[in-house]
């Protein structure tokens, strides 16, 4: 046998080896991994990582993330992407602090994130659509900016704090379960919505047309569908999202700052990516969304227990980031050959 023909036998059953296990990994990965993560925890903190306060802490901290990532997810569905999320949370975060500091009621204030992220991302669609410009990384880039501007203009560069009772409650408190069990309500608060926006993907005929357009925009327009309307309807829902990220994150800290939401879009991309969507669009699912969130999370509550610095856990997460992004174009490829 030749050299050449051992190396070709050696890079078929390499070949073949990967053609087997990225759909292994692709299905059960984010499973095996946060079984893998919270193992580790344990064997490194097994007297607090294992407690209930640890527990429902990781939740709570999750919490913004994981709506964050939420709202990604309905924009990377369609192949999109949305670079603002994070200051759309401090721009919402900072509307409801400064209304606090303004004297109006509750509703308004509750209200108020909502409304900004609502319109920031509708902005965000209406751009992508009408402007037609090639890539929504451009649109959404700018909204950053403007947002992180607008942040820091109505707060004059400095938290607020002091916000009514009912916002911290949302952020920070607990429901007793069980007799002495306490439940994060941000745990409660995710969790419906998730229920929710998986409702409108799953059984919707909106929810359709957004795996739809992700899975071949020009097909999903000869079809019928509306492609400008249903993009402008997804990134008004993913501002909304964050703006609700952004009034979990003043509850929790009881405050508004302008620097909040810093780098968390990458976070919540990470989560949707490691939750097995795909960049490329048209695939993913809400539960994984949310075991993505939860890795992110396992992940800091596992560098904080360590006290690994935060500098430190930036550079992880970076390289977190593009092991995530190679995997899916190895996906894609595997996808291709197996079509």
């Not at 999750?62 to 924009?75: D, K, Q, R, T």
């Not at 990458?266 to 669009?281: K, P, Q, T």
């Not at 610095?309 to 996808?335: C, H, P």
Request: a positive charge; proline letters at 4%; glycine letters at 12%.
């Amino acid at each position: 046998m030749t050299t050449s023909t051992v190396q070709q036998a050696e890079t078929a059953r390499e070949e073949s080896l990967r053609v087997k296990l990225i759909p292994f990994i692709d299905r059960y990965g984010v499973l095996l991994l946060v079984l893998a993560m919270g193992t580790v925890s344990y064997l490194l903190e097994p007297k607090v990582f294992l407690t209930w306060g640890n527990i429902s802490n990781i939740f709570r901290q999750i919490a913004s993330n994981a709506l964050l990532a939420l709202g990604e997810f309905l924009v990377i569905l369609t192949a999109g992407i949305d670079l603002s999320v994070g200051s759309v949370l401090a721009l919402a975060m900072m509307s409801t602090a400064v209304l606090t500091k303004a004297g109006y009621p509750t509703p308004v204030l509750m209200a108020a994130p909502f409304v900004v992220g609502l319109a920031t991302g509708i902005f965000n669609g209406l751009g992508l659509t009408k402007l037609k410009l090639p890539h929504p990384f451009i649109m959404t880039l700018g909204t950053l900016n403007i947002a992180r501007g607008l942040t820091n203009l109505i707060s004059g560069g400095v938290p607020i704090s002091g916000l009514p009772e009912v916002v911290c409650w949302m952020g920070a408190g607990n429901i007793t379960v069980a007799g002495n069990v306490e439940i994060p309500v941000s745990l409660f608060v995710i969790i419906v919505a998730y229920v929710l926006v998986g409702f409108f993907l799953y059984y919707s005929r909106i929810g359709r047309h957004i795996y739809a357009i992700g899975g071949n925009p020009q097909a999903a327009r000869v079809s019928g569908i509306n492609v400008d309307r249903t993009l402008i309807l997804v990134y008004g829902l993913c501002g909304m999202l964050a703006g609700f990220s952004g009034l979990l994150l003043a509850g929790r800290t009881n405050s508004g700052f302008p620097n909040a939401g810093l780098g968390q879009e990458l976070d919540a991309i990470s989560a949707v990516i490691i939750g097995g969507a795909s960049f490329f669009g048209g695939r993913g699912s809400v539960l994984g969304v949310f075991a993505g969130a939860l890795v992110i999370g396992l992940l800091r509550n596992i560098l904080n227990l360590q006290n690994v610095q935060v500098f430190w856990q930036q550079v992880l997460i970076g390289v977190v980031i593009i092991g995530v992004v190679y995997f899916d174009v190895l996906r894609r490829r595997v996808g291709s050959m197996n079509a």
